[in-house]
Nanobody
């Protein structure tokens, strides 16, 4: 099994910044893409940013220019840094990892989520 644990959420003032981390552990063979999604109660989970194993990134239009996703493959960790936070950035942030087994079977694993609140 593969587990993901996020950290770094909390209360941030508008205009502030945050750094989220997500550590992948367990029976890891190969992690392909990793990324972050967010969800507000009553709404669908939406993409924030993704990063491939080679470091190519993709961002949602709503965070482009304010967010930076990175990963440390040696530590099986993905990071999300965001600045100029807005109240609409408040959500539960989930990380995911596209994991492949030695037999080539792929599965997305998700973290439990970390709450980000943007308020003065």
């Amino acid at each position: 099994q593969v587990q993901l644990v996020e950290s770094g959420g909390g209360l941030v003032q508008p205009g502030g910044s945050l750094r989220l981390s997500c550590v992948v552990s367990g029976s890891i063979f190969r992690i392909n893409a990793m990324g972050w999604y967010r969800q507000v109660a009553g709404k669908e989970r939406e993409l924030v940013a993704t990063i491939t194993s080679g470091g190519s990134t993709n961002y949602a239009a709503s965070v482009k220019g304010r967010a930076s996703i990175s990963r440390d493959n040696a530590k099986n960790t993905v990071y999300l840094e965001m600045n100029s936070l807005k109240p609409e950035d408040a959500a539960v942030y989930y990380c995911y990892a596209d994991h492949a087994t030695v037999w080539g079977r792929r599965k997305d694993y998700w973290g439990q989520g970390t709450q980000v609140t943007v308020s003065s």
